[in-house]
Nanobody, 123 residues
Framework: QLQLVESGGGLVQAGGSLRLSCAASGRTFRFYDMAWFRQAPGKEREFVAGITWSGDSTYYADSAKGRFTISRDNAKNTGFLQMNSLKPEDTAVYYC????????????????WGQGTQVTVSS
């Protein structure tokens, strides 16, 4: 079993920055690909960014490119999402996820999920 706990969400003004963290425990985190998803009220859960278990490759949704950076520190069993130039449309609950099968943008790839952290961006 792998447990994931997100933190770092909050309220920020448009143009500001937040850094989300995903702390992992229970199994060897570095053996899992990990990703960030988000879900706004009334909308489907959407892929934001992903990173391979080694950290050598990253993937971003078009909405995140140029503004968000995904990273991980396997020695500390922690993943991160640095979010800059935030916009009101970024407002959502953000979830970290981990998995070992192909399909970056599909939630079905991921077997383990955190509880989510709220990000609210005011105009």
């Amino acid at each position: 079993q792998l447990q994931l706990v997100e933190s770092g969400g909050g309220l920020v003004q448009a143009g500001g920055s937040l850094r989300l963290s995903c702390a992992a425990s229970g199994r060897t985190f570095r053996f899992y690909d990990m990703a960030w998803f988000r879900q706004a009220p009334g909308k489907e859960r959407e892929f934001v960014a992903g990173i391979t278990w080694s950290g050598d490759s990253t993937y971003y949704a078009d909405s995140a490119k140029g503004r968000f950076t995904i990273s991980r520190d396997n020695a500390k069993n922690t993943g991160f999402l640095q979010m800059n130039s935030l916009k009101p449309e970024d407002t959502a609950v953000y979830y970290c996820a981990a998995g070992q099968t192909a399909g970056w943008t599909s939630a079905a790839k991921y077997n383990y999920w955190g509880q989510g952290t709220q990000v609210t961006v005011s105009s």
